[in-house]
């Protein structure tokens, strides 16, 4: 997930990559309560078949959208998400997206 912040005060772009290892992402969405926290809708390979996930996620504590960094230099750093819970739609399908 690249995430691109402009500080519009000091005409500056912010960049930072946010790894999302657990499949192809095709929805994401922001809480509307916590901006550290983003879902997820994403496909995943299993068994040479693609399976429909969801997923809650927490940012990195550490990750600051104002580190200021060149474009280039945090794509070498990237850091991961923290899964909170999957979302799981057996019950109910499609419930999840």
């Known amino acids: 997930i690249h995430i691109i912040d402009f500080d519009d005060e000091n005409n500056i772009i912010n960049k930072n990559v946010?790894?999302?290892q657990a499949g192809e992402i095709w929805h994401i969405a922001a809480s509307p309560a916590d901006k550290a926290v983003i879902t997820t809708?994403?496909?995943?390979?299993s068994d040479s078949r693609v399976v429909s996930c969801a997923a809650v996620w927490r940012m990195p504590s550490d990750w600051?959208?104002?580190s200021h960094e060149s474009p280039?230099?945090?794509?070498h750093n990237p850091q991961t998400l923290e899964l909170l819970c999957h979302l799981d739609d057996s019950a109910h399908r499609n419930a999840a997206w």
């Open 72 to 75: 280039d230099d945090s794509a």
């Open 41 to 45: 809708c994403y496909n995943k390979t």
């Open 18 to 20: 946010l790894l999302h």
């Open 64 to 66: 600051d959208s104002g």
